[in-house]
């Protein structure tokens, strides 16, 4: 496939996967979440660093799902620190300090899991496919540090969306990465 | 009953555990699926509850597993990864059940009581 055409299949699929990503995260964590804005793009790796930082302010925390299938892909969902700090503690229903305790980081991994493998499942259904899922993986570090085995040069496709937690005010960034492979149409930048 | 609980998040284990101990349940847990095949082994748990994503072996080839050691043995799988093909997989390594993430306590309570009886 193109790599034209797979930014206009997955932008088509990152639709109803935002809806259902904020859906079970609304449900998770019990807190009114909405998603506040998407945009999918074709983009080189090594300007998403600072795509991110125009919507999420350092220290962050990185919730990282690798997932193999059709394609291989990379999910990331970002917060910073103070918010993931409110949500892990909407998550145990209890305060949490800074920084997180290994059960705080485990709740954070467990959003990231559930959120990030429901992208995969509408993915999943749409190509007719299966996405396995890695184990989540929080990394706590600047932003550009926490993706693996992403070549400099790599065209990526972006989807961005703004979660608002209304009353806890809570705003991340979901990062759903598709690795172009060579001869893709989008192999390199 | 005892109830095995496998489940890579330490925050997962916790929250079925709390809910399945509230309800009169001995639990005892595993951090991957080799744990649990252990811990199947050594216990005889009356359930497992199995996520599907750890690490090193994942749920669906330790339910196989335990399947095979023990035919009889109970397992419901307990996953974010409801994607229909998973499903079926995970049917066809001995589950009994599937229950997708995020579930609702009394899904949960309804499938131990069904086949945990």
């Known amino acids: ?151 400099p040069g790599t065209t990526v496709l972006v989807t961005e969306a703004l979660f608002r937690i209304t009353d806890e005010a809570v705003f991340g960034e979901i990062m759903v990465i598709p690795l172009l492979k060579e001869g893709a149409g989008g192999g390199s930048a | 009953m005892t109830i095995l609980v496998a489940d890579d998040a330490a925050f997962m284990r916790m929250r079925l555990k709390k809910l399945l101990e509230e309800a009169g349940q001995t639990v005892i847990e595993a951090a991957n699926g080799q744990e649990a095949i252990d811990a199947y082994q050594a216990h005889r748990p009356s359930l497992v509850l199995m996520d599907i994503t750890m690490p090193d072996v994942d749920g669906v080839t330790a339910t196989r597993r335990i399947c095979q050691l023990d035919p009889a043995a109970r397992v419901i799988i307990v996953s974010a990864l409801g994607q229909q093909a998973m499903v079926i997989s995970a049917i066809q390594a001995g589950a009994r059940d599937f229950i997708v993430k995020p579930y609702q306590p009394e899904r949960v309570l309804d499938a131990v009581n069904k086949w945990g009886a």
């Open chain 1, 1 to 151: 496939m193109e790599a034209k055409g797979m930014v206009a299949v997955w932008e088509k699929a990152s639709i109803p996967a935002l809806a259902q990503a904020s859906r079970i995260l609304r449900e998770f964590s019990g807190l009114d979440v909405e998603v506040r804005e998407t945009s999918v793009a074709s983009v080189a790796w090594d300007t998403v660093a600072g795509r991110v930082n125009t919507h999420v302010a350092e220290p962050l925390y990185a919730v990282h799902i690798g997932a193999q299938g059709l394609f291989d892909a990379q999910l990331l969902l970002l917060f910073s620190e103070v918010n993931s700090q409110r949500l892990a503690a909407a998550m145990l229903g209890d305060a949490v300090a800074l920084p997180l305790s290994d059960l705080a980081l485990s709740a954070l991994a467990e959003v990231g899991n559930v959120v990030g493998t429901a992208f995969l499942n509408v993915f999943a259904d749409l190509f007719g496919a299966v996405w396995e899922p890695t184990p989540p993986h929080v990394y706590f570090s600047p932003t550009g540090q926490w993706l693996r085995n992403v070549r």
